[in-house]
């Protein structure tokens, strides 16, 4: 009747996954193709293996496998891409195949492309008498709905900060010109912060009136009718 127990083992059920976070914000812009996703991928009993999802290629695929992430340590993903706008996600699974993704893709915009500012209103050599004067451009961007834009006046900025509806035209009245010569243009900047100068147009506020004179001299007297 000799009785002995053994060790005690412990087992354990795990059926819950890994927690995603995409560290990388949500509508990041980024003015050169190589940009680095970064995730966060947390599990009690560690990470399995990590893949990269995305429509890089056109249409929703994995694009990208990682091994040997630390679980609850920031790892990234780094690739080369063209400009457009595109999704992406990371899902991974723990060392029991557990598997999760970021709970909602996640938007990135790849923009190396400069802005174009057209001048519509005054145009160039415009004359006017008026003190004050209505300026017209149109900001266009391959990807930007909305686009910051300055006005100068004479090297100097005269507006900051205009928003810019891409492809519409933008209004801005300045007041209290002088008369002279001036010359203007437009800057403007997109999200991925490319940055491109109008042409320079030049106007005048002109309120000197002619100077007339009359050269035939006064009192003259001619004996025919031309």
């Known amino acids: 009747t000799n009785t002995n127990t053994s060790a005690t083992n412990i087992f354990a059920r795990d059926i819950t996954p890994p927690v995603i976070t995409l560290d990388t914000s949500n509508d990041t812009w980024q003015r050169d193709g190589n940009i680095t996703l970064k995730f ?39 690739i080369n891409l063209t400009n457009r706008t595109y999704l992406w996600n990371v899902w991974c699974n723990d060392t029991l195949n557990n598997a ?67 492809g519409t035209p933008t209004n801005i009245t300045v007041a209290g010109f002088n008369e002279g010569t001036y010359k203007w243009n437009v800057t403007c900047i997109d999200n991925a912060t490319n940055t491109n100068t109008s042409a ?27």
């Open 40 to 78: 966060n991928a947390s599990d009690a009993r560690g990470i399995g293996a990590c893949i990269l999802y995305g429509d890089f290629n056109g249409s929703w695929a994995a694009n990208a496998t990682k091994t040997g992430v630390v679980s609850g340590t920031q790892d990234s993903f780094v």
């Open 200 to 226: 320079t147009n030049i106007f005048a506020r002109d309120i000197t009136p002619p100077v007339i004179s009359l050269d035939t001299a006064n009192d003259t007297w001619q004996r025919d009718g031309n």
């Open 100 to 166: 999760a993704s970021n709970s909602s893709n996640f938007t990135f915009y790849i923009d190396t492309i400069l802005p174009i500012i057209d001048l519509n209103a005054p145009i160039n050599n415009f004359n006017t008498t008026a003190s004050s004067l209505l300026f017209n451009y149109t900001a266009l961007d391959n990807l930007d709905k909305g686009l910051k834009c300055n006005l100068t006046i004479n090297n100097l900025v005269n507006v900051s900060n205009i928003e810019s509806i891409n």
